[in-house]
């Protein structure tokens, strides 16, 4: 079992825990195509994942890395990834169309994958035009063509579509930057700090 983990321009930040509030929020944002005489013509829904974080406690070698070094190159706006659990951070893409008729087996485009998966790991998978998602867990593997579902996905996929850890942003973004909060516990101790903040998924 790994720990929450910041990668960024080449450096990495691996806290010694796992932060204690990693809190999913699925956003939907519409898109709406209006033609010349008013009318909506086309309307889009795509979603996007925040999560919602709460690390702590921070060793002080932990605190200065994330503000001094991370910090600076967020709060700009640049992307960086972010797992919960370092051991389940990987990303890749179906390899076949996926059909309900095809009862849970999802098939993947990178072979070297399988060795990075594991059963019972929390798993999403989005189509291209992220109109749709289904969460799922890894009932079986089967190297190096597919894994199995723990349940029936409801919608059609197409090859192509994103398949990763749920607990994982391979590009993510700082949400509103001066929302990231470094508190003590209330009693000013130096070693007792803990970090909030909120990041979102940066659509590819």
């Known amino acids: 079992m790994g720990t929450t983990q910041i990668v960024w321009d080449g450096n990495t930040i ?8 990693f809190t999913p929020v699925h956003k939907t944002l519409v898109t709406t195509i209006t033609t010349q005489s008013g009318y909506n ?4 829904y795509w979603c996007k994942l925040v999560f919602k974080i709460k690390c702590g406690i921070l060793t002080a070698a932990e605190e200065r890395a994330l503000t ?10 640049y992307e960086f990834s972010i797992a919960w659990d370092s051991d389940q951070c990987q990303a890749t893409t179906t390899d076949q169309d996926y059909s309900p008729s095809t009862p849970k087996r999802i098939y993947l485009a990178n072979s070297t994958w399988f060795s990075l998966i594991h059963v019972g790991d929390e798993m999403v998978i989005y189509s291209s035009d992220r ?8 009932a079986s593997i089967s190297s190096p063509d597919y894994i199995e579902a723990d349940t029936d996905l409801t919608y059609f996929y197409e090859n192509g579509d994103t398949v990763r850890h749920y607990w994982y942003l391979p590009y ?3 949400v509103r930057p001066e929302k990231y909060i470094i508190s003590t516990d209330g009693e000013g101790r130096t070693n007792a700090r803990h970090l909030k903040m909120e990041v979102e998924e940066s659509v590819q």
Do not use: I, P
Request: aromatic share 22%.
């Open 131 to 138: 109109d749709k998602f289904e969460v799922f867990r890894v």
């Open 68 to 77: 001094n070094f991370w910090f600076q190159w967020a709060r700009h706006g």
């Open 14 to 21: 691996t806290l010694g825990h796992r932060a204690e509030a």
């Open 172 to 174: 993510a973004r700082l």
């Open 41 to 44: 013509a086309y309307r889009s």
